[in-house]
């Protein structure tokens, strides 16, 4: 028999095998003095919990047991780390907005060089951007009124709203005003208008920035050539009996006239229609633009309602159509516009004052 082991079953109630106990032990100089590891893994423990020892050529051998386990079998799942989930996770994400991307980058077009490498790594920068309020226009104010009033710049205005050269306020929409003072100080915003015609005679497009003046028709009337000087072309007052509101800047791409809301609005020249529609885009409501010739064009817009088509030929002091506020406008009034080649320039010099501009002379 070999000595006792301490997970022995048969072992005494009042024996306590703990490691402080030398009973618990036992070395080379016990039982198994002079036998090999090999016969050792050939013991097994009887019923009675004393060791025996087996031959070692009777092959494997198979213990006996109670079907109780000598420890817990199940081993609680070793947690991750919160850093390794996050990773995990983040990686994940990172996967699917690159195949987002990777088909169309955010704010890229179909025409755009941006990666979407880059498009991706952009979206994950935070970018510092203006700070800024939002204030609902009212009627009768304009961008240069909500620059004075907030006491902030009227490029400021025009680049946080992105609107373009020209482009006026409508009653009911909320703006972004920048609380810096300085912010847009020299911003200037662009032009969408269209100056030159691949043929070289009129355009009749789909608004009236891409209405093109060209070379007139044959039988169209025209416009006195004045060969540059502007009071030569021999322009009429578009708003007769109206008041000065305000006029040309970098901004505001033409005069303001106002009178009472339906007052007739006559042609400025002679010239053709080449535009007379609604431009729902780009603010100018109910408009008409007239290719007077010679490089001259004028335009009229916020009517209630127009009294020519596209394409008719008019002369000068016709009736066009009825003043109005339509489009982006915050009260009645004719936003005219004169145009040499299709850029707009100031309309007050080829009139001898505001008296001219805003009634008519004969």
Same mark, same amino acid.
């Given at each position: 028999?070999?000595?006792?082991?301490?997970?022995?079953? !048969?072992?005494?109630?009042?024996?306590?095998?703990?490691?402080?106990?030398?009973? *618990?032990?036992?070395?080379? *100089?016990?039982?198994?003095?002079?036998?090999?590891? $090999?016969?050792?893994?050939? #013991?097994?423990?009887?019923?009675?919990?004393?060791?025996?020892?087996?031959? $070692?050529?009777? !092959?494997? @051998? /198979?213990?006996?047991?109670?079907?109780?386990?000598?420890? *817990?079998? +199940?081993?609680?799942?070793?947690?991750?780390?919160?850093?390794?989930?996050?990773?995990?996770?983040? %990686?994940?994400?990172?996967?699917?907005?690159?195949? /987002?991307? #990777?088909?169309?980058?955010?704010?890229?077009?179909?025409?755009? &060089?941006?990666?979407? =490498?880059?498009?991706?790594?952009?979206?994950?920068?935070? &970018?510092?951007?203006?700070?800024? +309020?939002?204030?609902?226009?009212?009627?009768?104010?304009?961008?240069?009124?909500?620059?004075?009033?907030?006491?902030?710049? /009227?490029?400021? /205005?025009?680049?946080?709203?992105?609107?373009?050269?020209?482009?006026?306020?409508?009653?009911?929409?909320?703006?972004?005003?920048?609380?810096?003072?300085?912010?847009?100080?020299?911003?200037?915003?662009?032009?969408?208008?269209?100056?030159?015609?691949?043929?070289?005679?009129?355009? +009749?497009? $789909?608004?009236?920035?891409?209405? @093109?003046?060209?070379?007139?028709? %044959?039988? $169209?009337?025209?416009?006195?050539?004045?060969?540059?000087?502007?009071?030569?072309?021999?322009?009429?007052?578009?708003?007769?009996?109206?008041?000065?509101?305000?006029?040309?800047?970098?901004?505001?791409?033409?005069?303001?006239?106002?009178?009472?809301?339906?007052?007739?609005?006559?042609?400025?020249?002679?010239?053709? @229609?080449?535009?007379?529609?609604?431009?729902?885009?780009?603010?100018?409501?109910?408009?008409?633009?007239?290719?007077?010739?010679?490089?001259?064009?004028? %335009?009229?817009?916020?009517?209630?309602?127009?009294?020519?088509?596209?394409?008719?030929?008019?002369?000068? !002091?016709?009736?066009?159509?009825?003043?109005?506020?339509?489009?982006?406008?915050?009260?009645?009034?004719?936003? =005219?516009? @004169?145009?040499?080649?299709? *850029?707009?320039?100031?309309?007050?010099?080829? =009139?001898?004052?505001?008296?001219?501009?805003?009634?008519?002379?004969?």
């Amino acid at each position: 028999m070999g000595k006792r082991h301490p997970w022995s079953r !048969g072992r005494d109630d009042d024996e306590h095998f703990t490691d402080a106990n030398p009973r *618990n032990t036992w070395n080379d *100089n016990d039982a198994w003095e002079g036998e090999s590891r $090999s016969d050792r893994a050939l #013991a097994a423990w009887s019923g009675g919990g004393a060791l025996e020892k087996l031959p $070692s050529d009777t !092959g494997p @051998v /198979i213990i006996a047991g109670d079907g109780v386990s000598m420890g *817990n079998p +199940f081993i609680k799942r070793r947690e991750r780390p919160l850093t390794m989930r996050i990773t995990a996770i983040s %990686l994940m994400a990172a996967i699917i907005v690159t195949g /987002i991307f #990777a088909i169309t980058p955010m704010g890229a077009t179909g025409a755009s &060089q941006v990666t979407a =490498f880059q498009a991706l790594a952009g979206s994950l920068v935070l &970018q510092k951007g203006p700070t800024y +309020f939002l204030y609902t226009a009212q009627p009768g104010e304009d961008v240069e009124s909500l620059a004075k009033q907030f006491h902030v710049q /009227i490029g400021g /205005i025009y680049e946080l709203n992105g609107l373009l050269l020209g482009q006026e306020l409508a009653i009911g929409t909320a703006y972004k005003i920048p609380n810096d003072r300085n912010y847009g100080a020299n911003y200037r915003p662009p032009t969408f208008v269209v100056t030159s015609s691949a043929g070289g005679g009129n355009v +009749f497009g $789909s608004n009236w920035w891409n209405s @093109v003046s060209g070379t007139p028709d %044959l039988e $169209s009337p025209c416009a006195p050539d004045g060969h540059g000087s502007p009071l030569a072309y021999k322009l009429h007052s578009p708003n007769w009996g109206s008041h000065w509101v305000r006029g040309f800047s970098w901004y505001h791409n033409g005069d303001d006239l106002a009178a009472q809301n339906g007052n007739t609005i006559h042609a400025a020249q002679s010239g053709q @229609v080449i535009w007379a529609g609604y431009d729902g885009t780009n603010g100018l409501g109910w408009s008409v633009k007239i290719n007077n010739c010679n490089h001259i064009s004028t %335009l009229y817009g916020h009517m209630q309602k127009l009294l020519v088509k596209t394409g008719a030929y008019v002369l000068m !002091g016709d009736p066009i159509g009825l003043e109005g506020s339509t489009g982006w406008s915050t009260g009645p009034h004719l936003h =005219f516009m @004169v145009e040499w080649d299709n *850029n707009p320039i100031d309309p007050f010099p080829y =009139f001898t004052g505001t008296a001219a501009i805003t009634n008519y002379v004969s």
